[in-house]
């Protein structure tokens, strides 16, 4: 009886029905967008918020600090440049470190602790860099201050990540973390619009001070519970 066409044919259409049944529902991109819109926007809030003081380090500091060291500071174009380089080779090499702290501390306090000294040291560091005259000092400031500011804060995609539930987390993650890219992005376009020689301090000084905002929320959330259950994927520490 098993052997027979009709069984075998029978047979594969009860798997085929199983399957059916066990997939998931088909994708629909409208209805997560308006799920992440709608239900998940104190999660994106956090989210654009807590990326700001990266993004704006990243680029304040990678694409427009050399301009500003020339043109407010006076200092020599191929000191600006090494100071640049040699800076940004420090935020890498201090990536690691950031993955040790984030996984030893929890990623909310290591990145806590990166937007809070952010908002705290921009603009003395700023100051110092307009008062020195040093090629050696400003290239050793830079490379400390850089290195710091950049390499710190790489693990602030995964207290992102951790933001959202998994059903909407592409769409949520994808949404809500370039929004704060942005932000931060249009860091040079703003500095240079105010004039101030100060604006790129200013301008990461509030960033800073709205990740810190977000990232100390999250992480007393974390501990006490709140209207938004933080979707730690990994254990303690947060």
Not at 51 to 72: K, Q, S
Request: aromatic share 10%; net charge negative.
């Amino acid at each position: 009886m098993e052997e027979t066409d009709e069984f075998l044919a029978m047979a594969k259409d009860r798997e085929l029905q199983a399957a059916v049944d066990d997939s998931p529902p088909p994708f629909d991109a409208s209805a997560e967008t308006l799920s992440v819109l709608r239900d998940h926007w104190p999660a994106g809030l956090l989210c654009t918020a807590g990326v700001a003081a990266m993004a704006a380090n990243y680029y304040l500091l990678g694409a427009y600090l050399r301009d500003w060291m020339i043109t407010e500071c006076r200092i020599d174009p191929l000191v600006a440049s090494l100071s640049m380089i040699m800076g940004q080779a420090m935020g890498a090499a201090i990536t690691p470190l950031a993955g040790w702290s984030a996984d030893y501390f929890g990623v909310g306090r290591t990145n806590l602790a990166h937007a809070a000294a952010s908002s705290v040291l921009a603009l003395p560091v700023y100051r110092l860099f307009h008062s020195l005259r040093s090629p050696i000092l400003v290239v050793g400031t830079s490379v400390v201050y850089i290195g710091l500011a950049t390499g710190m804060s790489s693990s602030v995609f995964l207290w992102s990540v951790e933001l959202f539930p998994v059903h909407v987390r592409g769409a949520g993650l994808n949404f809500y973390y370039n929004i704060g890219e942005g932000i931060g992005g249009l860091g040079p376009v703003v500095c240079s619009w105010l004039g101030n020689p100060f604006g790129p301090a200013y301008y990461t000084v509030v960033c800073s001070a709205m990740a810190s905002v977000a990232l100390a929320t999250t992480v007393w959330m974390k501990q006490n519970g709140g209207p938004l259950q933080v979707t730690h994927v990994r254990d303690e520490p947060y």
